[in-house]
């Protein structure tokens, strides 16, 4: 007796690709302490004396905390964000290996040399708030507030200017920081707006 083999089709069923999570939270956050810790060095509320105890607030909030940031936003296709996070994560590490060069280490510097950096740190961070234009309102306070203090900045570690006017701006800058943080998340969390972020100051 003869045998009939039954085939039945199958169709394939994929899975849904799930995107990472909104990273922009965490790296704002980041930012936020980074900025309120070497702010109030700048304004000159802590001692000058035991700076290297700054490092572990800017090495792990400032840069490593943007620098996850950032790559989730390559993973979200947000140049935006993941060149921003990633070039302010970079900074922060320099920061932090300057710090320790010069409060834990002998080794003679010339101070000038991070002056110079920080010219080129304000070249890219006016780049990225003219591209903040397109996001905004709070992103592009916060770089504004940013390149505030770079430009106060230099002239300290060029020419021995006194830095409280960069540590109020970093002051600003942690404050917008802390902000934006908490509404993306928890307009993220919520699915609706309940903390306004501000439209966009240019539409491309």
């Not at 000038?112 to 010219?119: M, Q, S, T, V």
């Not at 003219?130 to 306070?141: D, V």
Request: charged share 5%; hydrophobic share 55%; glycine share 6%.
């Amino acid at each position: 007796m003869a045998q009939t083999k039954h085939t039945s089709s199958t169709t394939p069923v994929t899975s849904p690709i799930l995107q990472p999570a909104e990273p922009a939270a965490l790296g704002l956050f980041g930012l936020a302490v980074a900025a309120l810790v070497l702010g109030a060095a700048d304004m000159g509320f802590t001692s000058g004396v035991f700076k290297s105890l700054m490092i572990p607030w800017v090495l792990f909030f400032g840069a490593t905390a943007q620098l996850l940031a950032s790559t989730v936003e390559f993973k979200r296709n947000n140049i935006f964000g993941a060149t921003v996070f990633c070039v302010y994560a970079m900074t922060m590490y320099s920061i932090a290996l300057t710090l320790y060069i010069t409060q834990c280490t002998e080794i003679q510097v010339d101070i000038a040399h991070y002056g110079f950096g920080l010219i080129a740190i304000l070249i890219f961070s006016l780049i990225a708030t003219l591209a903040s234009l397109m996001a905004n309102k709070l992103l592009f306070a916060i770089l504004i507030a940013v390149d505030l203090a770079i430009i106060f900045l230099i002239p300290h570690y060029l020419m021995g200017y006194p830095t409280w006017p960069a540590g109020f701006f970093l002051f600003c800058t942690s404050a917008l920081s802390f902000y934006t943080a908490a509404a993306i998340l928890l307009n993220t969390m919520a699915g609706k707006p309940l903390l306004p972020l501000g439209k966009p100051l240019l539409k491309p």
